[in-house]
């Protein structure tokens, strides 16, 4: 039996084939069962910050799994509170700010959800603020909750009625203007929407949110999920427009590999939450803390946020460099890069590069996402170029584009 065979027999049929299967990583590597090495320009879907089998990762788990790894949230740990107050500090909440741990991403969103909901209750107990304002497109879990906040009808479609009170808007500022009122309880912002396709928010977007969410007393909620731990070149993609949000949700890349979400909160925001209120088992145990606190201190320390800008740039002029007729553009910021193609060959490009040992992804049929380790540098670049424009060209050569099947821009 291969491992194709058990995979298709024992895991939940809810994700596509398994394109391939590793069993070791170093830096931005991978290397399957025949001993093939790959370039990681995946990441885990921007999850492994530091690479693979960083020694600041590895030591982190050790270190504190011999030491403490789990007592529950009637008690605290060092590193949580280490880690709490280092989020703080990178999201400039300023002394008012407050975390919660949760294990995913979905779980941070699934706090925000019940933030948003707290504070559209104030009061009273009543629901004077029941709408929430979500963008279309933008992804944000597959928990009921955060499907619900999911801007994508065909996710929602087979697990219908979703959980009420969502409404979806397109991502430009007269929607916002429009459907803004004084009974909107949050605005949930995905700042660059990477499940969609590395699409940016409108010149402008995030400054005019957190204007016209303050004037009408509605929370404003940024989902940093994909975005933030440095990928865009800040620690977190709303630092860029210069505001300070409600509340921010992060997770993916803050553990580098380990399990951790979390839901940031700002100013008043900070105190809707009461005992009682919300919960979770592991959430923010002193080994995911650990790790996650290890692999922000690492990032900081080896200035990979500055690095994540710089080589986004280096990866981008690159990109142009090699003059594909597939490829229309770069879209996202810093080492979240979404490369718009002219053909619908996304799925193409994708199997030709692990054939030439590339690991990229397709979101869509037309963008291909590139999220490597913020560690990466000149040898891992030229390595990228040198593949990626052998699997364009080896899909240049192969298909027979259909001109009418070129995509607008
Ligand atoms: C990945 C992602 C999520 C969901 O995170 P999980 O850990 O898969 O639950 C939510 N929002 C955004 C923007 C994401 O990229």
Redesign the pocket.
């Given at each position: 039996m291969s491992w194709q065979d058990d995979a298709s027999r024992d895991l939940v049929r809810s994700f596509g084939d398994r394109m391939a299967m590793f069993v070791r990583g170093e830096g931005a590597y991978l290397w399957d069962a025949d001993g093939r090495r790959y370039l990681d320009f995946l990441a885990g879907?921007a999850v492994n910050s530091l690479g693979h089998a960083h020694p600041v990762f590895v030591e982190a788990i050790a270190t504190q799994a011999a030491t403490l790894a789990h007592v529950s949230n009637y008690f605290a740990t060092p590193p949580q509170l280490a880690l709490a107050s280092r989020l703080k500090r990178l999201a400039g909440t300023g002394d008012e700010g407050r975390v919660y741990f949760g294990n995913?991403?979905?779980?941070a969103?699934e706090a925000a959800f019940k933030l948003a909901r707290l504070h559209g209750a104030a009061g009273d107990g009543v629901a004077a603020r029941p709408r929430i304002l979500a963008l279309r497109d933008a992804?944000?879990?597959?928990t009921m909750g955060?499907l619900a906040l999911t801007g994508k009808p065909y996710m929602q479609e087979p697990f219908l009625p979703m959980v009420p009170g969502v409404e979806f808007i397109d991502s430009t500022i007269d929607a916002l203007e429009a459907a803004l009122d004084d009974r909107v309880a949050a605005l949930f912002v995905?700042p660059i929407k990477?499940?969609a396709g590395v699409i940016d928010l409108p010149e402008g977007y995030l400054t005019a949110a957190r204007e016209l969410t303050r004037k009408r007393g509605a929370l404003l909620i940024i989902?940093e999920?994909?975005t933030g731990a440095g990928r865009t070149g800040e620690w977190f993609a709303f630092q860029h427009a210069g505001i300070a949000p409600d509340a921010i949700t992060v997770?993916?890349g803050i553990g580098g590999g380990f399990p951790i979400?979390a839901l940031i909160t700002f100013g008043s925001a900070s105190n809707l939450f009461y005992p009682g209120t919300h919960g979770s088992t592991f959430g923010g145990n002193a080994l995911g803390t650990a790790v996650a606190g290890a692999v922000l201190e690492e990032i900081e320390s080896a200035g990979l946020v500055a690095n994540a800008a710089e080589r986004g740039r280096q990866l981008r002029a690159a990109i142009d460099g090699l003059d594909s007729p597939l490829v229309s553009g770069c879209r996202g910021q810093g080492l979240l890069v979404g490369v718009g193609l002219h053909h619908p060959v996304a799925k193409a490009v994708v199997a030709a590069a692990q054939e030439h040992g590339l690991i990229i992804n397709a979101p869509n049929d037309e963008t291909i996402r590139l999220v490597p380790a913020l560690t990466i540098g000149d040898v891992e670049i030229d390595e990228f170029v040198e593949l990626f424009g052998a699997a364009l060209r080896t899909v240049e050569d192969a298909l027979v584009l259909d001109p009418s099947e070129e995509i607008s821009a």
């Open positions: 879907i995913s991403g979905a779980e969103n992804f944000h879990g597959r955060t995905e990477g499940e989902d999920i994909q997770a993916k979400g």
